[in-house]
């Protein structure tokens, strides 16, 4: 096998940049239409460099002034932040003091490294099918309460391209909410609390709030498969003394012998149920409440949010469409030949140049496309068969060869083969999902206008 040559990356990330991303969804996303004069200009990026080089303040006049911009740096990684009072590239010019950041989608930002106390299949950055669940879990139960306990029309899901997932919801009014509020509204999504020496993490009280139990309702869809099967959370006694720590002690003894008579972790959690069922019954008033099972469920099944990144308005968080170049799988076989400790590979070498595979079979070898997810899909979503870049520069580069052969005659401008590009490669459907999220988006922003016309009208 080669040996690694890093400079490889880099000669993707130019083709990627110069022909692959999206550029004119991404101006239409965050310019917001244009209603707002200088809403564009006054945004943060920050650019992370080869060698972890990291450039804040950057900001852009316009979507050329952007692509002119990327296509010279060649990010490895792209951030975005809030919308300032001034142009951000010109805030050592402003008076001290003066330079605030004003507004700013709310964003939500879940990491699969903080589910580490309660999956049992990974640990740190790695993923796998059998954990990705929580993340389809926290993406229904948040989304589902933004949807319908804030009325938050225009949320945007995106996989951050190796352990995670973010969520940026982009209402107008939301932009434009104080730290205090996002706060508030990040503590009414929180239930598990404690860091790593608190057991019990969930704690509920007899009255139980309509936005638990309907996440109570969607985790109970998952439960079986995810916990009890693919987690097997009460295989063993080392496993089924964690859950213990979370029930009362009166039931220790009593639990443990039917866990030792018990096959799986199906026929344990029935037992469970049923002795939890029985103490409730006895003890109605007891501090732990009649809700044993659900405090469990929550603990090992309900969202976990990073509550900075979602309070500060100055926070920035990793764009959309911005390519991850490390990876987290250990190995991954290609063409007979495994490949191990994928952070630090080159593209595969020129003689496999050939070689058919799908995105997954690719996944991790030079990094994965942080894309949008498509909400009426979200079970369906598979990490490991998101595009990476080398992928989608290897569609590119042979649907490319074909086509000098078809149009050798033909003059094409840039700007339209650029346009064209993506659509022939595996990025094609996250594009359409994105560009159906700006269309709602649009259609918003008209109907207010129309509004506000009308109210003026009447005067």
Known sequence: METFDPTELPELLKLYYRRLFPYSQYYRWLNYGGVIKNYFQHREFSFTLKDDIYIRYQSFNNQSDLEKEMQKMNPYKIDIGAVYSHRPNQHNTVKLGAFQAQEKELVFDIDMTDYDDVRRCCSSADICPKCWTLMTMAIRIIDRALKEDFGFKHRLWVYSGRRGVHCWVCDESVRKLSSAVRSGIVEYLSLVKGGQDVKKKVHLSEKIHPFIRKSIN????YFEEYALVNQDILENKESWDKILALVPETIHDELQQSFQKSHNSLQRWEHLKKVASRYQNNIKNDKYGPWLEWEIMLQYCFPRLDINVSKGINHLLKSPFSVHPKTESHSVTQAGVQWRDLGSLQPLPSRFKQFSASPSQVAGITGRISVPIDLQKVDQFDPFTVPTISFICRELDAISTNEEE???????????????????????????????FLENLDKSRKGELLKKSDLQKDF
């Open 406 to 436: 078809k149009e050798e005659n033909e003059a094409e401008s840039d700007v339209k083969h650029r346009t064209r590009d993506y659509k022939k490669t595996s990025l094609a459907p996250y594009v359409k999902v994105f560009e159906h």
């Open 218 to 221: 969607i985790i109970k869809k």
